[in-house]
């Protein structure tokens, strides 16, 4: 874009008036090179939201238009419209319930295992040396590096009848017990599996929030006669609570995939559903009864749940959360 600059006219000679040719003066760089400059972080971003759309947001609006739908997945099997039916289908499933209730199970049963549990280890290896403090962590973390079909086949094994389980507990004369084939056990397995897979995660990111909060703190509150206690509970606690609210939004969100795998491989979701969530019933009503109208129905109804439940913890996590500048 220019800018033409005209001069003054100028007497020159035998009173001939001569008047200046306009020049054309770049006022700012060109659009293109504009353009061009700012390019380069949105370049950078690009494969991460190609991989957001192609992964998420297509398949969610893919999900919206099939619940509308009555197909069976089968590609010579016509699609039937059916509007909000399997919608309102989704509310009579008989096993809905318990799923619904198994899950909120999960949630508070794995809650002590994903923040208070990890929070204590963090807190006593930090007061450990630097090597020995690293050994521990790897240790504990060390069951998330293991894959859930080969952590299942283990807990298979230790957790089967003539398992070595059994056998520990028959040197105190308890009888054997089939703990994944008991209605009343077989969802508590799935939880304590679930809890040794996933504390060492946890430990990390606790381990990483006492990273970010300055010795400086503590060092000013023991120099004012504040004691250990008196400085955990109001000095490290309250600069952690960002990260412990996002342990408790991890674990509300993710307790039913974290359980996914175990319970396909070990109690496919029995004795009677005892031990099923949403996700297992999601699983269920697309590629066990072949429905995939009623599945996606119900997937965007836990979506939208969840949804909400994970605006009003992140609201939470705002309101209640200190932050060291």
């Known amino acids: 874009m220019f800018v033409e600059l005209a001069a003054p006219a100028a007497l020159t000679g035998a009173g001939r008036t001569v008047t200046a040719v306009s020049q054309p003066v770049a006022a700012r760089p060109a659009l293109a090179r504009r353009l061009l400059a700012a390019a380069p972080p949105y370049l950078y971003l690009l494969p991460a939201v190609a991989c957001l ?32 039916h399997k919608y309102a289908e989704v509310f009579t499933q008989p096993g809905l319930r318990r799923a619904t209730l198994n899950t909120v199970y999960y949630i508070l049963g794995l809650l002590p295992f994903s923040v208070a549990l990890p929070t204590v280890i963090a807190l006593v290896t930090r007061r450990l040396g630097g090597r020995s403090r690293n050994v521990y962590r790897a240790i504990v973390f060390l069951p998330m590096l293991v894959a859930p079909v080969a952590a299942a086949a283990v807990w ?24 994944l084939r008991t209605e009343g056990t077989a969802l508590p397995a799935i939880l304590a599996i679930t809890a040794w897979s996933m504390c060492g995660f946890a430990t990390l990111v606790v381990s990483a929030g006492l990273t ?65 969530n949403v996700y297992y019933l999601l699983w269920e ?34 309101r209640f959360s200190f932050h060291d500048n």
């Open 156 to 179: 298979n094994w230790l957790l089967d009848p003539t398992g070595l389980s059994n056998q520990a507990l028959g040197w105190f004369g308890v009888a054997p017990h089939n703990w």
């Open 285 to 318: 009503l697309g590629f066990r009864n072949f429905d995939a109208g009623l599945a996606s129905a119900a997937g965007i109804v836990f979506f939208l749940v969840f949804g909400l439940i994970a605006a009003a913890l992140v609201a939470l996590a705002d």
């Open 53 to 84: 759309v192609l992964w998420t947001y297509k398949p969610l609006v893919e999900a919206v238009q099939l619940s509308f739908y009555d197909w069976n997945l089968l590609p010579t099997s016509p699609m039937t419209y059916v509007g909000f």
């Open 212 to 276: 970010g909060i300055s010795a400086d703190y503590g060092e000013a509150a023991a120099i004012d006669g504040a004691t250990g206690w008196q400085i955990l509970r109001w000095v490290t606690l309250p600069l952690l609570r960002s990260t412990l609210l996002f342990l408790v939004l991890m674990t509300v969100l993710l307790s039913g995939q974290w359980t996914f795998p175990l319970l396909d491989s070990l109690t496919q979701g029995g004795p009677g559903d005892s031990s099923s």
